[in-house]
């Protein structure tokens, strides 16, 4: 598949909002496909404008960014949305529509690919039982707690399987239950399709617990923390920390349906 030759690079990249003050500078790095990475720092050091670079949100000021081997400075409208196609990313603040239902949210990324209704009302339950929100699908997003909406957010960002996704605090509104059990998805995704995964936290548990290897932004720049144990498997991990059932392998039950999202 596509991902497992795929990286992200920054060569030399500074970025800055309104002519201010750089919030990164020189930032150069390489990620291959097939790689999960927590992104750290202080709040205000810059994790999500860089995820904002990655998903071609924001500009550098200077420096070149690569996203499967294509540079994307000079892209067109059109061609950074078929980009954005092959990625997903999981906002902070959500960015659900209040208007839809959970449902209809989730089901939005499917819809804009013209996917099937009749395949949609297959993926979209399945996805909602797996983030704990399937009794929730008719309900609009302002009725949830602020952790249920985070959990619709990441359903509705993996439901298309995407090659590279970026979580910006994923787990921050979440207790250490189902912040596991999105851990666990998360791992299952990079196991079973080779995705890229970067996900920015301020959770030492999180980091100390799944070690893997960690970006962490200071004063501006980007250094790389490898992980001193090396990653661990899902099970186990899942085992330890989360107490509820041993949840099934949703990416096993639906990677028929996900091949079919790649041929839309």
């Not at 996203?67 to 990313?89: H, P, Q, W, Y």
């Not at 939005?108 to 797996?130: A, F, Y």
């Not at 079973?192 to 893997?212: D, N, P, Q, V």
């Amino acid at each position: 598949m596509e991902e497992k030759t795929s990286s992200i690079s920054l060569t030399n990249v500074a970025a800055s909002y309104d002519n201010g003050a750089d919030v990164l500078t020189d930032v150069s790095f390489n990620i291959t496909g097939g790689t999960i990475y927590f992104l750290t720092g202080t709040s205000g050091a810059g994790k999500t404008t860089l995820l904002r670079l990655i998903y071609q949100l924001h500009k550098p000021r200077t420096g070149q960014i690569k996203v499967f081997g294509k540079l994307t400075n000079d892209m067109s409208r059109d061609e950074i949305t078929d980009l954005r196609k092959k990625m997903a990313i999981v906002f902070q603040e959500y960015s659900l529509l209040s208007h839809l239902s959970v449902f209809d949210n989730v089901a939005l990324p499917l819809r804009v690919r013209n996917m099937p209704e009749s395949k949609i009302k297959q993926l979209v339950p399945k996805v909602l039982d797996w983030v704990g929100l399937g009794k929730y699908a008719d309900v609009k997003p302002l009725a949830l707690s602020g952790g249920q909406q985070q959990r619709v957010s990441v359903a509705r960002a993996i439901i298309v399987q995407p090659s590279i996704l970026l979580a910006d605090e994923p787990t921050g509104n979440l207790d250490d239950d189902n912040a596991s059990r999105l851990m666990d998805l998360f791992i299952q995704m990079n196991k079973m399709f080779g995705t890229t995964i970067i996900l920015a936290t301020h959770s030492k548990r999180l980091i100390e617990t799944y070690k893997f290897p960690v970006i962490h932004i200071e004063n501006h720049h980007v250094n790389f923390v490898t992980a001193n144990k090396g990653t661990i498997d899902a099970q186990s991990t899942t085992k330890k920390l989360w107490k509820g059932p041993a949840p099934k392998n949703y990416f096993s039950e639906l990677s028929k349906q996900f091949d079919d999202i790649g041929n839309i």
